[in-house]
């Protein structure tokens, strides 16, 4: 599936973030019990491209850009910390009526399940956390970068795309990454706001959100669905997950940090064997 055809399946909606009143698309599709997916930087759900299809035939699988992203609200004025984002979620799921959910996580999104889950341990009935941002592991050097506004000042729009799209060429695990999801990925921010918002988005990134919390205090089954190679966030993090959360299980597959897209067939077959448990 390429970006243009997932962006035609998602919704949007409008949710109340400190005030500010954001659009938020995403991706709503089967029926059943409730799977929530959640990207990171500098990603959008086009993330689950392979995994959220799949599962729609036997769950509701929700997956919304987070705010900053995709096809989101980008505008400047509003904060996008994984805070911001899990208070999104939070106004997300009560608008949809949905009261509990299992909730898959990547990289920054990662980081908003942990909270959400620590926040409200009733909402979140299993958690899967892959290549998660966690602990004080974050954020790279790469993306703070980004957040410096000489950086993104001095950065047009093209260079900008062709640095991500380097990125990605360099560390997706294949030797051949797929072009749709590596153009998908950078397309999205193809304009000044975009770029802006990216800027934002990078600078919004901050360790205590997560070192804030107690990650013991998670109470729900947790998957730690890990890319073994990932140079982002190194599997001894996730290694960590698995003593501090009492009822989690590490599996590591041999992926760089895209893991849903670096294995999407292995990483597929665990989430659903661990949803159906």
């Not at 509990?100 to 999104?109: Q, T």
């Not at 009935?125 to 004080?136: G, R, T, W």
């Not at 599996?251 to 077959?269: I, K, Q, S, T």
């Amino acid at each position: 599936m390429d970006w243009e055809t997932w962006s035609d399946k998602q919704d949007e909606t409008t949710v109340t973030v400190d005030g500010h009143d954001l659009e938020v698309a995403y991706y709503d599709e089967g029926s059943g019990e409730p799977v929530v997916f959640c990207h990171g930087i500098p990603t959008s759900s086009f993330l689950w491209r392979h995994a959220a299809p799949e599962l729609a035939d036997d769950y509701r699988v929700i997956a919304p850009d987070m705010v900053g992203y995709g096809n989101s609200a980008m505008y400047d004025g509003f904060d996008r910390s994984i805070r911001a984002q899990e208070a999104m979620i939070d106004d997300l799921l009560e608008g949809l009526g949905l009261e509990s959910v299992s909730f898959v996580g990547h990289d920054l999104g990662g980081g908003v399940g942990l909270r959400y889950a620590v926040h409200q341990p009733d909402a979140v009935s299993k958690l899967v956390l892959s290549n998660a941002v966690c602990y004080d592991s974050w954020p790279i050097q790469r993306i703070v970068d980004l957040g410096l506004p000489d950086t993104i000042e001095d950065t047009t729009v093209d260079e900008l795309q062709e640095m991500l799209r380097g990125i990605y060429e360099g560390t997706l695990y294949a030797d051949d990454p797929a072009e749709e999801f590596v153009e998908g990925m950078v397309g999205q921010w193809a304009s000044e706001e975009a770029k802006t918002s990216l800027s934002r988005n990078a600078i919004g990134t901050n360790t205590s959100h997560t070192t804030e919390i107690d990650h013991t205090a998670v109470e729900a089954e947790t998957l730690v669905l890990w890319g073994a190679e990932d140079e982002f966030q190194p599997i001894e993090y996730a290694e960590r997950l698995e003593e501090d959360v009492d009822d989690a299980e590490l599996v590591g597959l041999e992926a760089n940090h895209w893991v849903p897209e670096d294995r999407p067939e292995e990483y597929l077959e665990h989430l659903e064997e661990f949803l159906a448990s």
